[in-house]
């Protein structure tokens, strides 16, 4: 899978970003999209090659392997990765909107086509909320999914085809639990920025917001 169209989305939106969003960029960027990329997607690979249950009986070890396995971890973390960056679209075509009317109409109509104010600011504060909202989802989805945030070393199943109870084993269940919590650690993280950023955009325009008010009280 290329990744590059998502590496120059997060790169064009950052231009338009807060300094919590600059460091929101770059936690999706290093911390997910490159961990992703260049480790987590290896090392789930061949996860359904190498589940292995003591029983040859046919069928039994894919029926388990899909009961454990409902969706893929490395699937579901790339649809992950794109519904949360996907949002920042709205900001990128919002100032895109802007700067094709002052193209049509020949004129200056912003200080800044860039600048978070006005609509601009509401299309952002919904980016922000999306983004959140997406975190949230997908780790109540894993959580779900998956029965918790672990990987078993050992899984026992009774589903038919198979005879009786075996005992399937998953292939390096330490090594993917210790990316499974870095990532679900960093999604967190990203919770946590996103909530910032909400905040302090939020608490500067309404300050910004009052103050303007109260001095034409005052004139």
Request: glycine share 2%; charged share 15%; proline share 1%.
């Given at each position: 899978m290329s990744w590059a169209f998502l590496r120059?989305?997060?790169?064009?939106?950052?231009?338009?970003?807060t300094g919590i969003g600059r460091i929101w960029v770059?936690?999706?960027?290093?911390?997910?999209?490159?961990?992703?990329?260049?480790?987590?997607?290896?090392i789930w690979k061949h996860e359904h090659d190498e589940f292995e249950c003591n029983i040859e009986q046919p069928g039994c070890e894919n029926v388990c392997f899909d009961h454990f396995f409902p969706v893929s971890h490395i699937r579901l973390w790339a649809l992950q990765l794109i519904m949360v960056s996907t949002p920042s679209l709205l900001v990128v075509f919002h100032v895109a909107y802007r700067e094709n009317r002052e193209k049509?109409?020949?004129q200056k109509l912003y200080k800044n086509p860039g600048k978070i104010d006005g609509g601009?600011?509401?299309?952002?504060?919904?980016?922000?909320?999306l983004k959140t909202g997406f975190e949230i989802v997908?780790?109540?989805?894993?959580?779900?999914?998956?029965?918790?945030?672990?990987i078993p070393h050992l899984v026992k199943c009774d589903i038919k085809p198979c005879p009786n109870t075996v005992d399937c084993y998953i292939s390096?269940?330490?090594?993917?639990?210790?990316?499974?919590?870095?990532?679900?650690?960093?999604?967190?993280?990203?919770?946590?920025?996103?909530?910032?950023?909400?905040s302090y955009l939020v608490f500067k325009y309404s300050t910004k917001?009052?103050?303007?008010?109260?001095?034409?009280?005052?004139q």
């Open positions: 120059d989305l997060l790169s064009g939106v950052n231009k338009y970003s770059a936690v999706v960027f290093i911390f997910r999209l490159l961990v992703y990329v260049a480790a987590a997607e290896n049509h109409q020949n601009l600011l509401c299309t952002y504060l919904i980016s922000l909320i997908f780790l109540v989805l894993f959580y779900k999914l998956y029965n918790g945030f672990k390096k269940p330490t090594e993917k639990m210790i990316f499974l919590y870095f990532l679900v650690a960093t999604s967190c993280l990203c919770i946590i920025l996103n909530l910032s950023e909400l917001y009052y103050l303007k008010r109260h001095v034409k009280k005052q």
